[in-house]
């Protein structure tokens, strides 16, 4: 190095100044430098030193660094002695190896404290792992616990849902039965009112409706003819006194004849009752009945008397028609009737007469057998007869099999009388033991007039 170069301190990066030779300063010589040094703490201001191109040769002992240098120039280049260069190269040496040391040292432990950490936490695992396989080869534990927990928390919330939306139906429910049973009341009442005001009405209507047939009866019983009716007869009347289409010359009295002689014939039509005979019993021709053991009352009381009649004992003598129950009912399974017969006759056979099998559903009240007597009786005469003046015409059986109308001849003598009394005898019925019914009772014969105008 020449004189003429000046030590000038140059700035390092890690903050520590070094010296440094600058062969441009000659112009300084003359102006007073102060020039100081500090010492490195550590080895590495060698490393800089040899970086920046400073050789060992320019480094001072501590002593010659520290002190400080005024109004001077550096003229030569210090030299040291090899020995000062080993101290400082086997010091930076000794500071080497004793941080190598210290951080292997260091890397040691904290080696030692992960590897003993790791180990604590893999017998942590291993055991854990070891209760769980106990527990689940015991059965105390399942690999789906969690997922349970999870579920059941799951169910748990839905079951709060639930309850939550069943107190909301409850409530509905309750207010759609309060609503019904408030609805079905309000029906209720108008359906009882629409009801009680039909039935009033239903009741006028009946009321009416017995009025108008109480009327039509009265009506049929006074026996109007119908127009149609009455122009028939009418028109028969014009025909049989010839008068053609006038009816100028027809009187009242002639109507009355007229109608006397229809009567006559309809009660002979009824006589005949189509057996072609003549009923000398029948009722609206004049016979009676006079006499009759009890009736049948169906529970009421009858006071008998001597010449006492039942009311419905002249329905026997009357065409029933064939309606079940139009019947004279005598009480028990034996009893007897008495007749006046329309005139005196000699008598030739009786026609008894039930309700048809085809409209009756108990036939067991028919009698069955009987006996025929008969005698005459004169207006003087009393009218209880002993039975021993009674001549007897004939004993009979109704069959119930056979024809609802059965005929019975009676017995003729050679000398026959003529009687206007009969008496219908009968001692049993077809088995019903209450009461015996008797529908028709007929007489036929003839008059003892015409058999004397016959011989």
Request: charged fraction near 30%; hydrophobic fraction near 35%.
């Given at each position: 190095?020449s004189?003429?170069?000046?030590?000038?301190?140059?700035?390092?990066?890690n903050?520590?100044?070094a010296?440094?030779?600058?062969?441009?300063?000659?112009?300084?010589?003359?102006?007073?430098?102060?020039?100081?040094?500090?010492k490195?703490?550590?080895?590495?201001?060698?490393?800089?030193?040899?970086?920046?191109?400073?050789?060992?040769?320019?480094?001072?002992?501590?002593?010659?660094?520290?002190?400080?240098?005024r109004g001077?120039?550096?003229?030569?280049?210090?030299?040291?002695s090899?020995?000062a260069?080993?101290?400082?190269v086997?010091?930076?040496?000794?500071?080497?190896r004793?941080?190598?040391?210290?951080?292997?040292?260091?890397?040691?432990?904290?080696?030692?404290?992960?590897?003993l950490?790791?180990?604590?936490?893999?017998?942590?695992?291993?055991?854990w792992?070891?209760?769980?396989a106990?527990?689940?080869?015991?059965?105390?534990?399942?690999?789906?616990?969690?997922?349970m927990?999870?579920?059941?928390?799951k169910?748990?919330?839905?079951?709060?849902?639930?309850?939550?939306?069943?107190?909301?139906?409850?409530?509905?429910?309750?207010?759609?039965?309060?609503?019904?049973d408030?609805?079905?009341?309000?029906?209720?009442?108008?359906f009882?009112a629409k009801?009680?005001e039909?039935?009033?009405?239903?009741?006028?209507?009946?009321?009416?409706?017995?009025?108008?047939?109480?009327s039509?009866?009265?009506l049929?019983?006074m026996?109007?003819l119908?127009?149609?009716?009455?122009?028939?007869?009418?028109?028969?009347?014009?025909?049989?006194?010839g008068?053609?289409?006038t009816?100028n010359?027809?009187t009242?009295?002639?109507i009355?004849?007229?109608?006397?002689?229809?009567?006559?014939i309809?009660?002979a039509r009824?006589?005949?009752d189509?057996?072609?005979?003549?009923d000398?019993?029948?009722?609206?021709?004049?016979?009676?009945?006079v006499?009759?053991?009890k009736?049948?009352?169906n529970?009421?009381?009858?006071?008998?008397?001597?010449?006492?009649?039942?009311?419905?004992?002249?329905?026997?003598?009357?065409?029933?028609?064939?309606q079940?129950?139009?019947?004279?009912?005598?009480?028990?399974?034996?009893?007897?009737?008495?007749?006046?017969?329309?005139?005196?006759?000699?008598?030739?056979?009786?026609?008894?007469?039930?309700v048809?099998?085809?409209?009756?559903?108990?036939?067991?009240?028919?009698?069955?057998d009987?006996?025929?007597r008969?005698?005459?009786q004169?207006t003087?005469?009393?009218?209880?007869?002993?039975?021993?003046?009674?001549?007897?015409?004939?004993?009979?059986?109704?069959?119930?099999?056979s024809?609802?109308?059965?005929?019975?001849?009676?017995?003729?003598s050679?000398?026959?009388?003529?009687?206007?009394?009969?008496?219908?005898?009968?001692?049993?019925?077809?088995?019903?033991?209450?009461?015996?019914?008797?529908?028709?009772?007929?007489?036929?014969?003839?008059?003892?007039?015409?058999?004397?105008?016959?011989?």
């Amino acid at each position: 190095m020449s004189a003429s170069t000046a030590a000038i301190p140059t700035a390092n990066t890690n903050g520590n100044h070094a010296l440094s030779l600058d062969s441009h300063s000659s112009q300084d010589v003359r102006r007073r430098t102060v020039v100081v040094a500090k010492k490195k703490a550590s080895p590495e201001l060698l490393a800089e030193v040899g970086v920046n191109g400073i050789s060992e040769d320019r480094i001072t002992s501590k002593k010659d660094l520290s002190h400080t240098i005024r109004g001077e120039s550096v003229l030569d280049k210090p030299k040291y002695s090899s020995e000062a260069r080993k101290d400082v190269v086997a010091s930076a040496a000794a500071e080497r190896r004793k941080k190598s040391s210290t951080k292997q040292e260091k890397a040691k432990w904290l080696t030692a404290l992960s590897v003993l950490v790791k180990l604590c936490l893999l017998i942590s695992a291993i055991t854990w792992m070891g209760q769980l396989a106990w527990r689940w080869q015991n059965g105390e534990l399942s690999f789906t616990t969690l997922d349970m927990e999870s579920r059941l928390s799951k169910v748990e919330g839905f079951k709060k849902t639930t309850k939550m939306l069943q107190v909301q139906l409850d409530i509905l429910d309750k207010k759609l039965g309060n609503e019904i049973d408030k609805a079905k009341r309000d029906i209720t009442k108008q359906f009882e009112a629409k009801g009680n005001e039909l039935e009033k009405k239903m009741k006028t209507l009946e009321d009416k409706t017995g009025k108008l047939d109480k009327s039509i009866s009265e009506l049929m019983d006074m026996g109007f003819l119908s127009k149609k009716e009455f122009e028939e007869i009418l028109s028969q009347l014009k025909e049989k006194k010839g008068f053609g289409g006038t009816d100028n010359d027809i009187t009242l009295d002639d109507i009355r004849l007229f109608a006397k002689e229809i009567v006559e014939i309809e009660i002979a039509r009824h006589s005949a009752d189509g057996l072609g005979m003549v009923d000398y019993a029948l009722g609206s021709g004049g016979a009676k009945v006079v006499s009759h053991s009890k009736p049948f009352m169906n529970g009421k009381n009858y006071l008998s008397g001597r010449s006492s009649v039942h009311a419905t004992a002249q329905k026997m003598l009357e065409p029933s028609f064939g309606q079940p129950g139009e019947c004279f009912a005598l009480k028990g399974s034996s009893g007897f009737v008495d007749v006046k017969l329309r005139t005196g006759i000699i008598p030739e056979a009786v026609t008894i007469e039930h309700v048809d099998k085809s409209v009756a559903y108990d036939r067991s009240s028919a009698p069955k057998d009987f006996q025929i007597r008969g005698w005459y009786q004169g207006t003087h005469d009393d009218s209880d007869k002993d039975s021993s003046v009674m001549a007897t015409l004939g004993e009979f059986s109704y069959s119930l099999d056979s024809s609802n109308a059965q005929t019975f001849q009676l017995e003729r003598s050679a000398n026959p009388q003529a009687v206007n009394m009969v008496r219908f005898d009968f001692s049993s019925n077809h088995g019903n033991l209450e009461l015996t019914c008797i529908y028709r009772f007929r007489v036929h014969g003839t008059e003892p007039g015409s058999l004397s105008n016959t011989a």
